[in-house]
Structure formats: structure tokens, C-alpha cells
């Protein structure tokens, strides 16, 4: 079965916000093997979410519409989808909870009729009510055409929440119910410090093998976060969950080092699996340049990271490079900040000042500018420091904009360390 994703909103159109909403639906769409043919994001107008629906259901089996269903005068999808599909919209009383929820002052009954546009949906629909937010969904099943439709609001976390919830639950049974009660299965494996076009190098053959079992591997890409999709589709979920883990084990083996966890994992939380799985007890400290704590933000975001995460040091300036980390000032005039020898310095002083078994590092440029004659924008030194006294030291060129660099060296010093700590552990068994 096909699918398709209309957007809703003037604001979309204008260019004034960036259509997240079409990128997680499609994603969601591919993690979980339901082809999407079309996207469409309207203006907040009647006849062209009236045009847009007819168009997506000539064109697909299941219509997914986000947006306008709010209470202001620009939130017409209820209006424009019972027009388009002649049916007539009725209030459903038991909407009206969610529809008034936010109200704790006096309402006025100009107020409350406005609030209570919220609780109309199409006739024969099924309505949708909301955890999040006030505004309800709804569901229209078009027996004769063998279709559906989905309508859920249009701000970003009250859409994912009835998405996930909701919607696609039903996408999913519709399509294990299609060609033949075929059914589908697919798991995600999440890579971070390679590039796209390096797995693809790597598992070329693998996609050959796929094909003759029934599996596809799709790759969506992000900054510093690469994930391969694998969708397998047979008559039994038996038979899908071998030819997954089949598939599944032959990328680990070619791999394997950048893969950090599958499905919804952070890179933290596969941190603390492998230092919780590690045969004797692991601390760990940072010491932070260019990504300003983002590190340690992402580890501590992990419940029960103070068992092992003893703390870190935001050494942004050279001042309390030197001032906190004792870093010597002929070293940073000699070297540099933006170098590997006081990186080196920042991860021993770290791991010396919290007595930790392990410390990391981080030291570049996120730009837009450069302070340091002969570097450019992007070059990161990062480092480990071993319980044994050792380091490791790697310098990469990062590319994309001041945030995205600071995510990916995040990511990628986090799953070095996860490595180290894995392989330290293998050698004690």
C-alpha cells in the first residue's frame, strides 16, 4: 500500500519554518516498510486542501494530514476534508474535554465556541483524542476505494505523540493485512563517524544478498548520525526475523565499529550499556572545548549515569584551559588550542583532577571563524585517556555548520570511548 503526506500551513509555504512534521512522518513511513510516493505541504485554504487530498487519494491508499485543526480562524482541514469528501461535519460531545482543557480563567461563550471547533469531525469518521495538546484527530476509512485517512494536528510534539500513538499502530496493521496477509518487519541500526557513501561501499554485496531474501536496506542521513533500515517482508514473522538477523549480522561484520546501538538507542545510553556489561566497576570524565558541555549534556541526559560519570570541565577559553586544567601557556601559544598536544593534556588533566578510569576530550573549530593562522573550520583533535595511562588521540575534519560539528564530534568521541571500554573488557574474559 502507498502512501501519502499532505502538510498544512501558510507558514510552511512562506518559508518560515522548516517541515519537520514530512520529515518524521516519511521517516516513520520507511523504518517500518510502508512506501510513501508523495509529499505536499498547502496553505492554510480550502480549496487547495481540498485539490491536495483529492490528488493524494487518486495517487495512494493512505493519506496522512497534518495540520489545521486548531481553533483559529486559519485551522480549516475539518471543513476542507468533509467538503472534498461530501460529508457533513458534526460536533462529537465527547471531544469537548480535550477541546476546553487549557482553560482555567472564566470562559466567555465567544471563547468557548471558538475552543469547541475543536471537537467537530466528519461524519462517519473516528475520532482521535489527544494526549497531547487540545486538538483532536480524526480517522475516515473509504470502504468503497479501499483508503484511509488520518488527520492529526500540526504542532510537532502534539503530531508525533497521536502519530505514534494512533496513526501508525493502524499503517502498520493495514499493511501486514495487504498482498495476502503479507507480513513486514524491519530494525534499525544506528552508525555514527562514517559516511554514507562509505556503508554503501562497505555493503554493496549485502543488498544482493538482501534482495533474494526479501529484504530491502534503506539509509537516512543525518549530521553524525547514519541509520540503515532493514525492512523484511514474507508471509510469516518467523520467517522475517531470521532473514533480519541474517542480514543484520553480516553488516556488523563489515561495520561493526560504527555501529552504536539499533532503533531509538542514544549513543550515551549504548555508552552505559557497555560500561554496565564491563566485568569491574568504570568511571568516566570530560574536559570540553569547542562543544561547550553538549558532551556532558548527553551523558548526563542517561538515568543513572552518576554511578560511573564523575563530571567534566567546560574549558571554552584558554583562560580556564589554564585556570582548571593547568595547562601550560607556552603550550597554548606554541601549539595552539586547536591541537593535538593540549588536547592530550586537557583529557590527563580531567581524568587526574575526578581520579576516573577513563577521560575524554575535545578541542576545534565549529566556526565561522578561525583564530589560529594555518587551521580551518572543522578541524577537531579529540582524546581518551586509558586507565592504563595510555591515549588516544584522533584528529578529524568535520564538515556542516557550527552545530552540526559539534553534534558530531559529541557522537563520535562517545562511541570511540564505548569501543575502548568494550574491547578493554574482551580482554579481561
Known amino acids: 500500500m502507498r502512501s501519502a503526506i499532505i502538510c498544512i500551513g501558510t507558514e510552511l509555504n512562506l518559508g518560515l519554518i522548516i517541515n519537520t512534521n514530512a520529515t518524521y512522518i516519511s521517516e516513520k513511513l520507511a523504518e517500518n516498510g510502508i512506501d510513501c510516493n508523495l509529499i505536499i505541504t498547502?496553505?492554510?485554504?480550502?480549496?487547495?486542501?481540498?485539490?491536495?487530498?483529492?490528488?493524494?487519494?487518486?495517487?495512494?491508499?493512505?493519506?496522512?494530514?497534518?495540520?489545521?485543526?486548531?481553533?483559529?480562524?486559519?485551522d480549516v482541514t475539518r471543513k476542507a476534508v468533509s467538503e472534498a469528501l461530501k460529508l457533513k461535519l458534526y460536533k462529537d460531545d465527547k471531544l469537548d474535554i480535550t477541546s476546553l482543557r487549557f482553560i482555567k480563567k472564566v470562559l466567555t461563550e465567544e471563547l468557548k465556541s471558538r475552543l469547541l471547533?475543536?471537537?467537530?469531525?466528519?461524519?462517519?469518521?473516528?475520532?482521535?483524542?489527544?494526549d497531547v495538546g487540545s486538538a483532536s484527530g480524526f480517522i475516515i476509512n473509504l470502504k468503497e476505494k479501499n483508503k484511509w485517512i488520518f488527520s492529526i494536528p500540526g504542532v510537532p510534539k502534539e503530531m508525533k505523540d497521536m502519530f505514534d500513538k494512533n496513526v501508525l499502530p493502524k499503517l502498520i496493521e493495514l499493511t501486514n493485512q495487504d498482498n495476502n496477509n503479507i507480513k513486514i518487519k524491519r530494525k534499525v541500526l544506528l552508525t555514527t563517524g562514517?559516511?554514507?557513501?562509505?556503508?554503501?561501499?562497505?555493503?554493496?554485496?549485502?543488498?544482493?544478498?538482501?534482495?533474494?531474501?526479501?529484504?530491502?536496506?534503506?539509509?537516512?542521513?543525518s549530521p553524525g548520525?547514519?541509520?540503515?533500515?532493514?525492512?523484511?517482508?514474507?508471509?510469516?514473522?518467523?520467517?522475517?526475523?531470521?532473514?533480519?538477523?541474517?542480514?543484520?549480522?553480516?553488516?556488523?561484520?563489515?561495520?561493526?565499529?560504527?555501529?552504536?546501538?539499533?532503533?531509538?538507542?542514544?549513543?550515551?545510553?549504548?555508552?552505559?550499556?557497555?560500561?554496565?556489561?564491563?566485568?569491574?566497576?568504570?568511571?568516566i570524565s570530560i574536559a570540553e572545548s569547542l562543544t561547550?558541555?553538549?558532551?556532558?549534556?548527553?551523558?548526563s541526559d542517561i538515568p543513572g549515569s552518576s554511578d560511573y560519570f564523575l563530571g567534566s570541565i567546560i574549558s571554552y577559553s584558554n583562560y580556564s584551559k589554564?585556570?582548571?586544567?593547568?595547562?601550560?601557556?607556552?603550550?597554548?601559544?606554541?601549539?595552539?588550542?586547536?591541537?593535538?598536544?593540549?588536547?592530550?593534556?586537557?583529557?590527563l588533566s580531567a581524568k587526574k583532577m575526578f581520579n576516573s578510569d577513563y577521560s575524554i576530550s575535545v578541542t576545534g573549530f565549529a566556526g565561522p571563524t578561525v583564530n589560529e593562522k594555518g587551521k580551518d573550520i572543522g578541524l577537531v583533535y579529540s582524546c581518551i585517556a586509558l586507565p592504563d595511562g595510555n591515549i588516544k588521540i584522533f584528529e578529524n575534519k568535520f564538515i556542516g555548520t557550527r552545530t552540526e560539528i559539534k553534534f558530531r564530534v559529541s557522537q563520535f568521541i562517545l562511541n570511540k570511548l564505548r569501543i575502548e571500554i568494550e574491547n578493554s573488557s574482551k580482554k579481561l574474559q
Not at 561547550?292 to 551523558?299: H, K, P, W
Open 42 to 74: 498547502v496553505k492554510d485554504d480550502e480549496n487547495d486542501i481540498s485539490d491536495a487530498l483529492n490528488y493524494s487519494l487518486s495517487q495512494s491508499d493512505l493519506i496522512i494530514i497534518s495540520g489545521g485543526l486548531g481553533p483559529t480562524d486559519d
Open 117 to 130: 471547533r475543536q471537537s467537530f469531525i466528519p461524519e462517519g469518521s473516528i475520532p482521535i483524542i489527544p
Open 194 to 221: 562514517i559516511s554514507e557513501s562509505e556503508i554503501e561501499e562497505h555493503i554493496k554485496d549485502i543488498y544482493i544478498e538482501g534482495e533474494k531474501l526479501g529484504i530491502k536496506i534503506g539509509i537516512t542521513a
Open 225 to 283: 548520525l547514519i541509520k540503515l533500515i532493514i525492512v523484511s517482508k514474507s508471509k510469516s514473522n518467523e520467517l522475517n526475523n531470521r532473514n533480519i538477523e541474517i542480514i543484520s549480522k553480516k553488516i556488523k561484520e563489515k561495520i561493526n565499529d560504527y555501529i552504536y546501538g539499533e532503533d531509538e538507542d542514544l549513543i550515551a545510553n549504548s555508552l552505559k550499556k557497555s560500561i554496565l556489561n564491563s566485568s569491574k566497576k568504570i568511571t
Open 292 to 299: 561547550g558541555g553538549l558532551i556532558s549534556s548527553m551523558v
Open 322 to 347: 589554564v585556570k582548571l586544567l593547568e595547562i601550560n601557556q607556552d603550550d597554548l601559544k606554541k601549539y595552539g588550542a586547536v591541537s593535538s598536544e593540549v588536547c592530550k593534556k586537557m583529557a
